[in-house]
């Protein structure tokens, strides 16, 4: 800046002076408002960065606390563990949870990065849906040049349509028929035959609310509410008789399955419990499922796989001897002592080859606090087994038999020799000599897959065939009486075999209540098993 006494006297000069003066100034303004909208700009991402920041701690913790209740799922004390069902509706809360979140992420402006593609997962819709195809054309097709502008390719994409179950009205019209010119009669096709006849429902209405309660987990009285929602009014009881008189008809259905089943070499078993009502008491008391299952599918056996419940009021021994009567051939179980009635007849003899899997769950209890260094020691040796079963899964029981006797029997006879020495060496009622004395308990059955290639490590298959009765019977609460029960079993049975073998119960339970309504033949009634299933509507899966 110049001193006062070096300015020009030239008033013309002086104008020049304070122009340029105010110009610089002018700029020093701009520079000092660009300044200020920048650190306005930051100020706003800072503070966009410190709201993305808060709810990716709160996610953090959402997380956290979900993996806290995992691990007391899996390791807590039995007591304190989360029922497998209601830990899927708590991981379905968590992902909702996590998608809002997510969702809040992405509609943050950020400045700092570009716009990232979300990624989607669009599954695989099937085939065999209806496709409504909507067309959406540019509002311009005229080039600039003025020519029409021709179609080069498109994009596509689909999405999945969810419309509210419809119900409709079957009008079913018989129209009859006379002679003007004589008296002879009249003509008039016959009423085609139905599972309740002369009432409200076709087989296809009966085969949804069967459905919907035995595979689907829905008591009848929700399912009331849904139609009450479509104006249509049913009675708890209305629904409840249509069930009973459908597992009426399917019980020749489910007898024939049971043999089919029982015409086997090898089979599995196990049972678990059912809350039934006493009416005499007015409180529940404790009935059991019977489970007796095929799956052939780990050495590519020829039979289809299926399942076969029976209720019983008790959990004796004399219950299995009765499902299995007339049956020969090996049953895979668990250790429950019901099971050796079998080993004592006379006719039809069985064998019994027991389950690693409960072995392996003895010692997991004691080891799963992280101090019984004996108890993890038997968890490896039997998780080298599993190993082994894994590489040998669907091969031929010669297959399966030869790298048993190769692989798996060497590493039998060092764990029979390190169970009676680790017995030894720790107290019979600790809990490690408790485990160690149940292998040893078992151990003729335990081993029994080193004869027989068709046998399996453990009887899993037909546990996993229990869990969808154990999930009804948690939203049921309990069958209303003995009978009950049964009826549940036998439908369960078909539902359960049409999911083994890859079928839509609904479909399945259609097209069989109609064959049967029709006057399907008794002699032919294993036509009506699930794997005889060819109906072209079916679409599979269960």
């Known amino acids: 800046m110049q001193k006062t006494n070096e300015l020009p006297d030239d008033p013309e000069a002086l104008k020049v002076l304070l122009t340029a003066a105010q110009t610089r100034?002018?700029?020093?303004?701009?520079?000092?408002?660009?300044?200020?909208?920048?650190?306005?700009?930051?100020?706003?991402?800072?503070?966009?960065?410190?709201?993305?920041?808060e709810l990716k701690k709160e996610l953090i913790l959402r997380l956290k606390k979900q993996l806290s209740d995992l691990k007391a799922a899996h390791y807590g004390r039995k007591s304190e563990k989360l029922d497998p069902d209601q830990y899927e509706l708590a991981l379905e809360d968590l992902e909702t949870d996590i998608a809002t979140t997510t969702a809040e992420l992405e509609a943050l402006p950020s400045a700092s990065k570009p716009p990232r593609k979300r990624k989607t997962n669009r599954g695989n819709l099937p085939k065999h849906l209806p496709r409504v195809e909507v067309v959406i054309e540019p509002e311009e097709t005229t080039c600039s040049?003025?020519?029409?502008?021709?179609?080069?390719?498109?994009?596509?994409c689909e999405r999945l349509e969810v419309i509210p179950a419809q119900f409709r009205v079957i009008v079913t019209r018989r129209p009859k028929y006379a002679c003007r010119a004589c008296e002879e009669g009249i003509k008039q096709a016959p009423a085609p035959?139905?599972?309740?006849?002369?009432?409200?429902?076709?087989?296809?209405?009966?085969?949804?609310?069967?459905?919907?309660?035995?595979?689907?987990?829905?008591?009848?009285?929700r399912q009331a509410q849904i139609y009450s929602r479509q104006g249509i009014d049913l009675d708890r009881s209305t629904l409840a008789d249509?069930?009973?008189?459908?597992?009426?008809?399917?019980?020749?259905?489910?007898?024939?399955?049971?043999?089919?089943?029982?015409?086997?070499?090898?089979?599995?078993?196990d049972e678990t419990p059912a809350p039934v009502l006493d009416p005499g008491r007015g409180k529940t008391k404790t009935g059991y499922f019977w489970a007796l299952a095929r799956d052939d599918r780990a050495w590519s056996g020829p039979e289809p796989p299926g399942v076969a419940f029976t209720y019983a009021p008790s959990r004796s021994g004399e219950v299995a001897e009765e499902i299995l009567k007339g049956y020969t051939g090996v049953l895979q179980v668990d250790g429950y002592a019901g099971y050796n009635r079998l080993l004592k007849r006379?006719?039809?003899?069985?064998?019994?080859?027991?389950?690693?899997?409960?072995?392996?769950?003895?010692?997991?209890?004691?080891?799963?606090?992280?101090?019984?260094?004996?108890?993890?020691?038997?968890?490896?040796?039997?998780?080298?087994?599993?190993?082994?079963?894994k590489s040998i899964r669907g091969q031929s029981p010669h297959e399966r038999l030869a790298v048993r006797r190769e692989q798996s029997a060497p590493l039998i006879a060092d764990f029979e020799k390190w169970v009676s020495g680790q017995r030894a060496k720790v107290s019979r009622k600790s809990p490690v000599g408790e485990a160690l004395s149940y292998i040893a308990k078992y151990w003729p059955g335990l081993i029994r897959f080193l004869d027989d290639g068709r046998i399996e490590l453990d009887s899993n298959a037909v546990e996993r065939t229990i869990r969808p009765i154990t999930l009804n019977?948690?939203?049921?609460?309990?069958?209303?009486?003995?009978?009950?029960?049964?009826?549940?079993?036998?439908?369960?049975s078909l539902i359960e075999t049409c999911k083994l073998n890859g079928i839509n119960p609904h479909t399945y339970l259609t097209d069989t209540l109609k064959k049967i309504a029709q006057g399907h033949k008794q002699s032919q009634i294993n036509d009506l098993l699930p794997w005889n299933f060819t109906e072209t509507e079916n679409q599979g899966g269960a």
Request: hydrophobic fraction near 40%; include cysteine.
């Open 145 to 156: 040049c003025g020519c029409l502008c021709h179609v080069i390719g498109e994009d596509i």
């Open 25 to 53: 100034m002018l700029k020093q303004e701009v520079q000092l408002s660009q300044q200020e909208v920048q650190l306005s700009q930051q100020e706003v991402q800072l503070q966009e960065h410190k709201t993305e920041l």
């Open 242 to 269: 249509w069930v009973g008189r459908s597992a009426y008809e399917l019980k020749p259905v489910f007898d024939a399955l049971q043999q089919h089943l029982k015409a086997s070499s090898k089979l599995f078993m």
């Open 346 to 389: 006379q006719k039809n003899p069985v064998i019994l080859a027991y389950c690693w899997s409960h072995a392996r769950r003895k010692l997991y209890e004691v080891a799963r606090n992280k101090t019984a260094p004996i108890a993890e020691e038997g968890l490896r040796r039997i998780g080298e087994l599993y190993q082994i079963e």
């Open 193 to 221: 035959d139905h599972i309740i006849e002369a009432g409200l429902p076709t087989e296809s209405t009966l085969a949804h609310v069967i459905t919907s309660k035995y595979a689907d987990h829905l008591p009848l009285y």
């Open 473 to 492: 019977r948690k939203n049921s609460l309990f069958a209303g009486h003995d009978a009950g029960g049964k009826n549940w079993a036998i439908i369960a």
